[in-house]
């Protein structure tokens, strides 16, 4: 189960509803596998049924993490209307290239967190995406930093 801070969780679902009516989508670094720093990536799709991070973006958070020493601890993304859970098109995407489900995913070790707009309060929720297709949710604790 991952402990995440209320502040790393606030800023998503921020992130999440200064995005609107568009899916948002980002990183979250960690540090000791601890979640440290929230980073926004655009969405480069621009649209409220699915996101597609901005390439560059990811490069440079990527040189960035090696440099610091930190590791990706999630990639995150918004559902405007649907549940927090991976759609279909989100698990395709988790492979490369996209709908490879029988090979690795790209990120076999990251959670995929969703933040669903749905509701009052928002629904977050984390997932790791195996290969096939699998989707695992993990609960999520948040904690007080």
Do not use: K, W
Request: proline letters at 10%; aromatic letters at 6%; one cysteine or more.
């Amino acid at each position: 189960m991952p402990d995440i801070a209320r502040a790393i969780v606030d800023e998503m679902i921020a992130h999440a509803r200064e995005e609107l009516p568009n899916e948002c989508c980002g990183m979250v670094h960690a540090r000791d596998g601890v979640p440290v720093a929230v980073h926004r990536v655009t969405n480069e799709a621009a649209s409220p049924y699915r996101y597609e991070m901005n390439p560059l973006q990811m490069m440079r958070l990527e040189s960035a993490r090696d440099a610091s020493g930190e590791t990706l601890f999630a990639i995150y993304h918004s559902h405007v209307a649907s549940e927090a859970r991976p759609s279909p098109t989100d698990v395709r995407m988790a492979f490369f290239p996209p709908g490879e489900i029988g090979r690795e995913p790209m990120f076999p070790d990251t959670y995929y967190i969703v933040i669903s707009l749905a509701s009052e309060p928002p629904s977050v929720r984390a997932f790791h995406v195996r290969t096939g297709g699998v989707v695992e949710e993990e609960p999520i604790a948040i904690v007080e930093a």
